[in-house]
Each structure stands twice: as structure tokens, then as C-alpha cells.
């Protein structure tokens, strides 16, 4: 038996598929001990134990990072069949035991999490077919590699700029623009014919240097001559800054979808300043896997009919009617 037959028969576990897909998507292990929750440590020596067992390498190490040798394309295309077969079996073995259920494992980006997701997930409640539903919040660079391994079926929030990977597919379903906003009973919300120069007074909250927002964001604020001061806080999560802005004079750029959460629970204030250049793209991201099945239709319209529903009005969100799925 070469050494091949015996690693794959005897040595090779589920978790070991995963990780394969996982560094493929990432391409760096640091990234992927973050996602996994993992050390560093444990994701290397998990890869070098499948490389010596297998005997052939499956990444180089590169200075842009981790690129898949031959031996490696193969083993990540078997990974994601085998995971697919892995799936698909499971829920045959579900609708035996259980009777006939569509079954979504859904990612929601933050963007998503509060405003349009309840929304989303209460139009489903509300369907007159049985649906399973699972929820999992995180950034959309841990998501994507659980879509691929058949974790998640569909991920709500932002659709990047650049295009997805060839087997990803994605639909825009609307836009979210970015507001200022202050503090529920700040200084600036009672003041009248409001201007840009008004916010020269008071602290501010920025997005990070390496976010691509911060450059539009100081640039406009810069065009209004508002000084940039040498000490700012700065942040990418949206929920920290509004907690800081709930607790301070600061301002800040939030999404609007949000901004408009948060005003309808009291919390914050949009002011009248427009932002120009800094727009989201918000919808659906799912795998060419599930496409062209009945249930695919049967969840994808339920999701354009919840998404066309809150696009006449996102302020009709009902904060008491949002379901709980455990």
C-alpha cells in the first residue's frame, strides 16, 4: 500500500478537509486560527502533519502567502465534494428521521444583523413551509469559506466590489449609504440649518487607516475644513462606536441601516450632512451548488419578497416582532 493509500484511508479526518478549504480561502494561517479559533501553532502543525503523512506538499509559503501546489488543487477540489456529499446525506438523513423541511444555515454580516436580517428571518416564520433556520454573525471573510464547506447555504450582508470566486454567485438587492451621527439629545441635533462647520467643536470617531472608508470620510471632512486632530478614536465595529457615541459628544459615519435601527430605539441622532462617494452594496451570497433546485427558488423568492418589503419603508422594522431561533 503506498503512502498515499494508507494517510487517506487511516489518518485523514473531517477537520482536516475543512482546514484545506479554509486555507485555500484565506491563504494565510494566521487568518484562519483567527476564524477557527485556533492557535497559529495548531493550524501549522495540522497542515505539516497532512504533508509529511502525505508525503508531497500542499501550500507553498510565499511572501503574498499561502499559494496550493497540484498535489494541493486536488486535494481542495476532493475536500469540497466530499463535504458537499457530506451535507447533502445529512439532510437526506434529517428529512427521513424528521419529514419533508428546507433547512437554511444562514452567515449575517453585521451591516445585516440588526436592521434587515430580523426582517428576513420573520418573513420566513411567517411561510407556510417548514423551514429550519440557523443564524452565525461574522465578517464576511470567516463566512465564505463555511459556505464553501457547506456550513452555511447563504450569507446576508455587504456584496464586495470586486468580483466573488467563479462557484459564488451574489444578487444586490439594495444600497446603504453612510450618515453622521451623535448621541440622542446632543448639542447638534436641535441645531437649526445645521452646517458642516458646526462639528469643528467636537470630537469624532473615524473608521481605521486601513478601512477604505477612512480616506473618503476625512476627505470630505477636510473639504468642509474640519481639522483632523492628531488624537481620534478609531474603529471598525460598528456596535463599539455606538456605544461610544451613546456615552459622549463624539460624531461618527455609520451606515444608514443602522443609524436608523439605533434612532428608532432612541439611542442616536442622524444629522443632515450628506456623505457622497461611500455606498454599500447589500444582498445574497450563496454557492452554485444550490442553484437550480425547487428549494433554492422556493427561499429565494421568500428572500426577494422580505428584501422588496423592506425597501418601501426600513423604518417599519418591528422591534418586538423579530423571532428568536436557538
Not at 233 to 250: F, Q, R, Y
Request: aromatic share 8%; with cysteine.
Amino acid at each position: 500500500m503506498s503512502r498515499i493509500d494508507w494517510y487517506l484511508r487511516a489518518n485523514l479526518r473531517f477537520k482536516h478537509l475543512q482546514l484545506l478549504i479554509y486555507l485555500d480561502e484565506m491563504r494565510s494561517v494566521s487568518r484562519v486560527a483567527s476564524a477557527l479559533a485556533l492557535t497559529q501553532p495548531a493550524i501549522s502543525k495540522m497542515l505539516s502533519s497532512m504533508e509529511t503523512g502525505l508525503g508531497i506538499k500542499i501550500f507553498n509559503r510565499t511572501s503574498s502567502g499561502l499559494e496550493p501546489t497540484q498535489h494541493g488543487l486536488c486535494l481542495i477540489q476532493s475536500a469540497k465534494d466530499i463535504l458537499y456529499k457530506l451535507e447533502t446525506t445529512r439532510l437526506q438523513l434529517r428529512e427521513i428521521t424528521e419529514g419533508p423541511m428546507i433547512q437554511i444555515s444562514m452567515g449575517v454580516m453585521p451591516i445585516a444583523a440588526l436592521a434587515f436580517a430580523p426582517t428576513l428571518l420573520t418573513a420566513l416564520d411567517k411561510s407556510p413551509i417548514d423551514f429550519s433556520v440557523t443564524v452565525r454573525e461574522s465578517t464576511l471573510g470567516t463566512l465564505l469559506p463555511q459556505l464553501k464547506t457547506e456550513q452555511l447555504k447563504y450569507i446576508v450582508g455587504v456584496i464586495p466590489n470586486k468580483p466573488l470566486q467563479a462557484d459564488i454567485r451574489s444578487e444586490v438587492f439594495y444600497e446603504d449609504s453612510f450618515v453622521i451621527a451623535v448621541r440622542k439629545g446632543h448639542p447638534l441635533a436641535n441645531v437649526s440649518d445645521l452646517e458642516w462647520k458646526h462639528l469643528s467643536n467636537f470630537p469624532m470617531i473615524l473608521p481605521t487607516r486601513d478601512a477604505i472608508t477612512r480616506e473618503i470620510i476625512v476627505d470630505t471632512l477636510l473639504s468642509y475644513n474640519i481639522p483632523i486632530p492628531n488624537q481620534t478614536v478609531e474603529s471598525l465595529s460598528t456596535l463599539t462606536n455606538v456605544g461610544m457615541l451613546k456615552s459622549s459628544d463624539a460624531f461618527g459615519t455609520i451606515p444608514l441601516e443602522m443609524a436608523t435601527f439605533f434612532k428608532k430605539l432612541g439611542v442616536l441622532e442622524i444629522l443632515p450632512l450628506t456623505i457622497t462617494d461611500i455606498v454599500r452594496k447589500v444582498g445574497l451570497i450563496w454557492h452554485i451548488n444550490h442553484e437550480n433546485t425547487q428549494e433554492h427558488e422556493i427561499v429565494m423568492k421568500i428572500f426577494r419578497d422580505a428584501y422588496a418589503q423592506y425597501n418601501k419603508d426600513p423604518s417599519n422594522i418591528s422591534i418586538t416582532e423579530i423571532p428568536f431561533y436557538g
